[in-house]
């Protein structure tokens, strides 16, 4: 019969703790001093070594050469308390998971009030000591806080925030942690060594991973490895294999995991599907493949980030499989890999649980192979939406005849060169328009600057005129812009088919566009200034006419869009226009405008001019009217009725009880400016008294003919004898704007009702 491993290799001094210095360098620093404590407090996870530390604590403070850091091991009480040893007397081992109660804080009391009896102190190990009831506590409480010099207390716990907090507050508390996996690697393979057993590739790695960081576990599945393995035949050494490892312990063979994950990273499903399909004929747990799979993702996203320095971050790994897994880190991509480790992360924590965990995982494979299969796809769209750059490198060598002109200002300068004033521009002055635009192309918007670097070859396609842009100009240029604005946007292009030029302005530049509805108009308009389908119609009409253009919304006419003669549309001065048009809307026209100009994003800038009296040609269209109300119920409301308030005779009482009655102190008061002309002088009229008769006549009166009505002037009524001034329909209609309808009798509220 043998001894368990972490028996056998439990330490027997500080010295050869591993993983624990935040603990064992300050005790051996108070040993050293002769600065121990009366009551220590060790926590932390199962099997990391606070049992073994109290014992080491114990020899250091009983040994013979001590109080020490380093115990001597030969006198009685360091063999007595070593791996052989069978326990000391002064040295009281409890576990306090089954004396927990009173009775046993009362016995352990009477027992601290002896003297030790050979070494120098008794002490007292409370493992487990969570495990104590709160009176139990409070029984060692006084004990604790004020033993005699020759006691000490050592409690071991791994819930430390169970202990009673009057019970920690008298203690040292350290903390132990688990061990770090390259430590715990280095010692396992020292101990095989001193055990004389070989292990294959990969096995230790996987035994530290299982141990988790506890050494007392790590130790005990590496017993039961060596256990479980035979010595080939020929060799006396016991060998552990990495089949028998990888079997017993339940991970994923490498040989599988690397098919699983070449098959994942070439998108090949009929090599993906197969090999899930094995691992879960084989047995192996789902939630643990996937746990693998994820640990392999992980170890390819640090070689792909690393590189050739990834061997000191992945320990244990041999160099024929790192240079496996950076093939397959080259496959993936950084960013596939850090996408496909989402996929498979998020399928872990949905396999939590699952009645079938099978299906989550292979809808975790359909899921990283449909990513693969759309990155292969985005492929071709990437190269082509990378072909545009070249006609913009070569837009950006531009002449330096063309150069030298913007050169000339400077860059920050708020305005750009005046243009040229004349209706009929030089060609020359044309000409050097993409020169000024590429120069200040950094300060236009999103929207221009798109359209200011579009493909130069339509564009020297293009004729510009020399003369005036008028309304038959554009009208036979507009099959051009829309194709200019279908290379510039799809959806704005699409909202473009429906609008039609109905005027221009030389003068101002302001076109008239003709929409079939106001919803049209706002979407037109676009939510984003500068980046809106009107801005981007503005850059293709400016690219296929050099003119940059403003608008003014119109109805469309029924049979179409009217060909305006041009001279309709001179006719106002420049004056006329609002204080909001810019300098540039003169009496002249600059044919030519820098780029760095602002972007006009503001609507009805400067109104259509209507023809003078003597002009032949017929007025611009009127801007689009929202009529939201029907024409019965309009006529209704505009024909001079007599104005009634639908008054409330309120001489009746109200009924007996009623409290919502409402009282005459709440009528609000008379403003005499907002009764109408001709108001009766009389009392109110009665709830029954039939409307007035003069809505149906208005109704017949056709809406064309209907003349503006004048502001109403108002005088003052009288109230009536005994009864209080109200509100009448005219003062609802002018002040809220409100159309009656229809009216309905007013009957009193009950307690019913």
């Not at 819930?159 to 019970?167: A, D, F, M, Q, R």
């Not at 576990?217 to 552990?240: C, M, N």
């Not at 639908?646 to 009746?652: I, K, P």
Request: hydrophobic share 40%.
């Amino acid at each position: 019969m043998t001894t368990a491993l972490y028996r056998r290799y439990r330490p027997e001094t500080f010295g050869e703790m591993i993983g624990q210095s935040q603990v064992t360098d300050p005790l051996m620093t108070a040993l050293r001093g002769d600065r121990v404590g009366h009551a220590y407090l060790f926590s932390g996870p199962r099997g990391c070594g606070k049992t073994t530390s109290a014992r080491i604590l114990a020899r250091c403070l009983n040994c013979a050469a001590g109080p020490t850091d380093t115990p001597c091991g030969t006198c009685d009480s360091c063999v007595e308390l070593s791996r052989a040893g069978g326990g000391s007397l002064d040295v009281v081992e409890i576990d306090a998971a089954s004396h927990n109660g009173v009775d046993d804080a009362r016995d352990l009391r009477e027992r601290a009030t002896f003297a030790p009896s050979r070494d120098r102190y008794k002490i007292f190990i409370l493992d487990e000591a969570h495990m104590v009831t709160p009176q139990g506590f409070n029984a060692l409480l006084k004990l604790v806080e004020e033993p005699p010099e020759h006691v000490k207390f050592i409690f071991a716990t791994t819930e430390p925030e169970k202990v009673l907090g009057t019970i920690r507050s008298r203690t040292h508390h350290y903390p132990f942690r688990l061990v770090p996996p390259a430590a715990m690697l280095e010692y396992v393979a020292k101990l095989c060594g001193e055990e004389g057993v070989i292990v294959e590739q990969g096995v230790l790695p996987l035994v530290v991973r299982a141990g988790g960081g506890s050494p007392r576990d790590t130790l005990s599945l590496l017993d039961q490895l060596i256990a479980g393995s035979d010595a080939p035949a020929g060799s006396e050494t016991v060998t552990v294999g990495y089949a028998r490892a990888v079997a017993l312990l339940g991970y994923t063979h490498a040989a599988l995991l690397d098919e699983i994950v070449d098959a994942l990273a070439a998108g090949d499903a009929a090599a993906a599907f197969p090999a899930i399909d094995r691992v879960v004929q084989t047995g192996q747990d789902p939630r643990r493949f996937v746990d693998d799979l994820l640990e392999r993702l992980r170890d390819l996203i640090v070689i792909a980030a690393v590189g050739a320095g990834a061997s000191a971050v992945l320990r244990g790994i041999a160099e024929d499989d790192l240079e496996r897994m950076r093939g397959q880190a080259a496959a993936f991509g950084a960013s596939r890999l850090s996408r496909t480790a989402d996929v498979v992360s998020a399928a872990l924590d949905d396999m939590s649980g699952a009645t079938s965990p099978r299906l989550h995982l292979e809808l975790m494979v359909a899921r990283v192979l449909a990513g693969a299969s759309d990155a292969v796809a985005a492929a071709p769209a990437v190269g082509a939406s990378e072909r545009p750059a070249a006609p913009a490198a070569a837009r950006a060598q531009v002449p330096a005849a063309a150069a030298a002109a913007p050169a000339a200002a400077p860059a920050a300068a708020p305005a750009p060169e005046p243009a040229p004033t004349s209706s009929t521009a030089p060609a020359e002055a044309a000409a050097a328009t993409p020169a000024v635009e590429t120069a200040a192309a950094p300060q236009t918007p999103v929207a221009d600057d798109t359209s200011a670097v579009a493909d130069p070859e339509p564009a020297a396609a293009a004729s510009v005129p020399a003369g005036p842009v008028t309304l038959e100009s554009i009208t036979a240029a507009w099959p051009a812009v829309l194709t200019r604005l279908e290379s510039i946007s799809r959806t704005s292009w699409l909202l473009a088919t429906a609008v039609q030029p109905l005027a221009y302005v030389t003068e101002s530049d302001v076109l008239t566009l003709g929409f079939t509805s106001q919803h049209d108009v706002a979407k037109f308009k676009g939510t984003t200034p500068g980046s809106g389908p009107s801005d981007h119609l503005r850059t293709a009409i400016e690219q296929e006419l050099g003119v940059r253009v403003k608008y003014i919304p119109a109805p469309m006419p029924s049979g179409g869009a009217p060909r305006q003669p041009a001279a309709s549309a001179v006719s106002a001065p420049a004056d006329a226009a609002p204080a909001s048009e810019p300098a540039s809307a003169g009496s002249s026209r600059p044919q030519v405008r820098g780029a760095s100009a602002p972007s006009v994003t503001e609507w009805a800038v400067a109104p259509i001019p209507t023809a003078s009296p003597a002009a032949e040609a017929p007025a611009p269209a009127s801007p689009l009217p929202v009529d939201d109300e029907p024409e019965e119920v309009e006529a209704a409301a505009s024909a001079p009725a007599a104005p009634t308030d639908g008054a409330v005779d309120r001489e009746e009482p109200p009924l007996p009880g009623d409290d919502e009655a409402p009282s005459f102190d709440d009528e609000p008061p008379y403003d005499p400016s907002y009764e109408p002309v001709g108001a009766p002088q009389g009392p109110p009229p009665r709830q029954d008294a039939p409307p007035a008769s003069s809505a149906p006549a208005a109704q017949a009166a056709p809406r064309a003919q209907r003349a503006p009505s004048a502001s109403p002037v108002v005088t003052e009524r009288a109230p009536s004898v005994g009864g209080v001034q109200r509100y009448g329909e005219a003062v609802i209609r002018q002040v809220l704007g409100a159309t009656f309808l229809r009216e309905e009798p007013y009957e009193p509220p009950t307690r019913f009702s």
